[in-house]
Nanobody
Framework: QVQLVESGGGSVRAGGSLRLSCVAS????????LGWFRQAPGKNREFVAS????????RYADSVKGRFTASRDNAKNTVYLQLNNLNPDDTAAYYC????????????????WGQGTQVTVSS
């Protein structure tokens, strides 16, 4: 069993930055890809980024490319999402997820999900 706990969300003005963290329990963390997703009120959950088990492959949604950066520290069982140049459209609950395959994560196929952390961006 794996538990994922996100943190780092908050309220910022447009143009601001946040760094989200997702800490995982369990021994399988370092061998699995992880993904970040978000869901705004009244909208479907959408893919944000995914990162391979070793951190060498990272993929982003077009809407965040160039502004968000995913990274991981396997020694700390932690994956990060740096959010820069935020705008109100980025307002959502952000979730991390642990999957089996990097491409599958992009379409939301994951084995474990965190509870989410809220990001609110005001104009």
């Amino acid at each position: 069993q794996v538990q994922l706990v996100e943190s780092g969300g908050g309220s910022v003005r447009a143009g601001g930055s946040l760094r989200l963290s997702c800490v995982a329990s369990g021994r399988t963390f370092s061998s699995k890809p992880l993904g970040w997703f978000r869901q705004a009120p009244g909208k479907n959950r959408e893919f944000v980024a995914s990162i391979s088990y070793d951190g060498l492959e990272v993929r982003y949604a077009d809407s965040v490319k160039g502004r968000f950066t995913a990274s991981r520290d396997n020694a700390k069982n932690t994956v990060y999402l740096q959010l820069n140049n935020l705008n109100p459209d980025d307002t959502a609950a952000y979730y991390c997820a642990l999957g089996r395959e990097l491409n599958a994560l992009r379409i939301g196929l994951a084995d474990y999900w965190g509870q989410g952390t809220q990001v609110t961006v005001s104009s």
